[in-house]
């Protein structure tokens, strides 16, 4: 590289390193003061607008400045691994989780729950169509079968009660127990959260962690586990909850063994 090259690339940092920290980061001396604010409100604003669409619940319960601080502090310390826009928000998240530090103990929290909560809409509206496996069968035998998981849809559980969350409304503590929840798109586009009880989310879990069980394999180590006295109820009880699925295309088809 020559050295006007060098020095190109220099200005560059010079320049984005004040736009990041400007006040730990002198601006540029050959541009006029005036223009530099004009950059540093252009950038800063386009990000902070973003993430509070990304996430209104957050934003709303945090209010004005505090968001703005939260943004400025994202801003300014993190190194996005995308350069793509859309990404912004997960990149977001990715902060929080990994690199947020609260040293005077002042974030809420659920903070990253809350955060968490909303992304997957995001993610789910973002991620691609799924690729249809011709050894699927939309209408197998969902007992004697494996039930195939949608990729489209997605189970969380949460400490805190994040559905009871709203632009008003703010849940004082957490939940006496973990809320589990299950998020996915339709056929249409739209993205859809419903609530799990105990058996459905671990149902969920054991389709999503071992794809070789069938039904009724998985739901009768769900009977053993909670120790049923009856544990064909349990798989009775356990299939209207796959069919159920399968119609909203969370269960996207079986495989024969």
């Known amino acids: 590289m020559t ?16 736009l990041r920290d400007p006040d730990n980061n002198p601006a540029p001396t050959d541009v ?82 809350l955060a968490h909560y909303e992304w997957v809409a995001i993610a789910l509206k973002l991620a691609n169509d799924p690729v249809i496996d011709p050894d699927v069968s939309l209408d197998g035998n969902l007992l004697n079968e494996q039930p195939l998981l949608s990729e489209l849809a997605w ?34 586009g739209k993205v859809i959260y419903t609530k799990l009880n105990v058996v459905s989310a671990r149902l969920f879990q054991l389709l999503d962690t071992d794809s070789t069980l069938t039904g009724r394999q998985a739901l009768e180590a769900i009977a053993a586990e909670l120790q049923h006295p009856d544990p064909e109820q349990v798989v ?3 299939l209207q909850i796959l069919e159920k699925w399968r119609e909203l295309g969370v269960v996207a088809g079986t495989r024969s063994i």
């Open 236 to 238: 009775v009880s356990g």
């Open 32 to 113: 006029e003061e005036r223009r530099m604010q004009v950059y540093r409100d252009i950038f800063f604003n386009n990000i902070k607008g973003f993430l509070a669409t990304s996430y209104p619940i957050l934003f709303a319960q945090l209010g004005e400045d505090r968001w703005a601080a939260l943004t400025r502090d994202f801003y300014r310390d993190h190194r996005s691994l995308s350069p793509l826009f859309p990404q912004v928000a997960r990149e977001f998240l990715n902060y929080l989780a990994d690199e947020r530090c609260d040293d005077e103990g002042t974030d809420e929290e659920f903070l990253y729950e």
């Open 155 to 188: 189970a969380m559980s949460y400490s805190w009660p994040v559905s009871e969350f709203t632009k008003t409304e703010q849940p004082k503590q957490k939940a006496e127990l973990p809320t589990h929840h299950l998020v996915y798109r339709d056929a249409n």
């Open 3 to 18: 050295s006007t090259g060098n020095d190109f690339r220099a200005r560059q940092l010079e320049f984005a390193a004040h």
